[in-house]
């Protein structure tokens, strides 16, 4: 199966929402769509913002929360493009932490995605080429034991879900998997980081082009590439 399908989506004076537009990768990726000539990005924000740019639109949005997601849909009934970056990462051990915590990872990670997919679908049904980009991680396929881990994992097979159903209307969904960026979730990180404008470039590639996935790193393409091999490969510990 091709990697890619004739369904690529112009950015070029399309209509763009990012979530969790206001910083890290975020960010990176509203000033990526506005360099290559979007004519509008909703840059969505838990809290309200001032941006000082004319094509940027801030919007009020807690993915967590489907009232919220409900107005935004209404408020950005014109989107094309549909960025699904809010994230969180609450280290959670998966046999020691709240449930309520590894709950919380998921309702934002996992859900965000599915609410914000269900409000924009129609919107986005309404053009004749339109995109979803959903920012996962290489722990989509790799675990270090938390709960993040699970949320990536499952946000996965729900972008795998997605990308069936909205082909039907000419909408392509992208998973975008990376290893680390260099955000405030990786602060605390000492190895190799991708600068988050880099991946917006390559996200804003797989995008006009109607790219399925985008291995955005050498660890994400290594990882992926042994998910069909021995489970030892990937998790050395299990050989001892
Ligand atoms: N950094 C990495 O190494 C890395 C690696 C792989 C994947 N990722 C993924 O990349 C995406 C972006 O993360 P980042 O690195 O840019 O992290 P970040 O700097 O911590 O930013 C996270 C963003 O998500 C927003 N957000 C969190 N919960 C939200 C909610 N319920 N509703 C709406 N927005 C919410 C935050 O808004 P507030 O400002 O309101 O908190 C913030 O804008 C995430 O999906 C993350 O899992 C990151």
């Given at each position: ?27 990176a990726m509203v000033r990526e769509l506005l360099d290559r000539g979007a004519a ?55 046999l020691e932490a709240p449930l309520d915590d590894i709950r919380a990872e998921l ?134």
């Amino acid at each position: 199966m091709s990697n890619t399908n004739s369904h690529g989506t112009p950015i070029e004076g399309a209509v763009a929402l990012v979530t969790g537009g206001n910083r890290g990768f975020g960010r990176a990726m509203v000033r990526e769509l506005l360099d290559r000539g979007a004519a509008k990005v909703y840059a969505t924000s838990r809290s309200p913002q001032t941006l000082q740019h004319a094509r940027i639109v801030p919007l009020v949005l807690d993915v967590a929360d489907d009232r919220s997601v409900a107005a935004a849909a209404r408020a950005a009934d014109d989107v094309s493009i549909v960025v699904n970056n809010a994230g969180v990462l609450l280290r959670t051990p998966v046999l020691e932490a709240p449930l309520d915590d590894i709950r919380a990872e998921l309702e934002t990670n996992l859900f965000g995605i599915i609410r914000v997919a269900r409000a924009f679908a129609p919107a986005l049904g309404r053009h004749p080429r339109s995109a979803m980009v959903n920012v996962l991680s290489v722990l989509s396929w790799l675990t270090f034991g938390g709960g993040y881990e699970i949320s990536k994992a499952a946000a996965w097979s729900a972008t795998n879900s997605l990308r069936v159903r909205l082909r039907e209307q000419g909408t392509t969904v992208t998973a975008l998997h990376v290893a680390y960026m260099d955000t405030d979730m990786a602060a605390n990180v000492t190895a190799a980081k991708t600068n988050p404008s880099d991946v917006a470039r390559q996200a804003a590639d797989a995008i006009i082009a109607g790219a399925f996935e985008i291995l955005v790193d050498d660890t994400t393409r290594a990882v992926k590439s042994r998910l069909s091999g021995d489970l030892t490969a990937l998790y050395p510990q299990l050989a001892a």
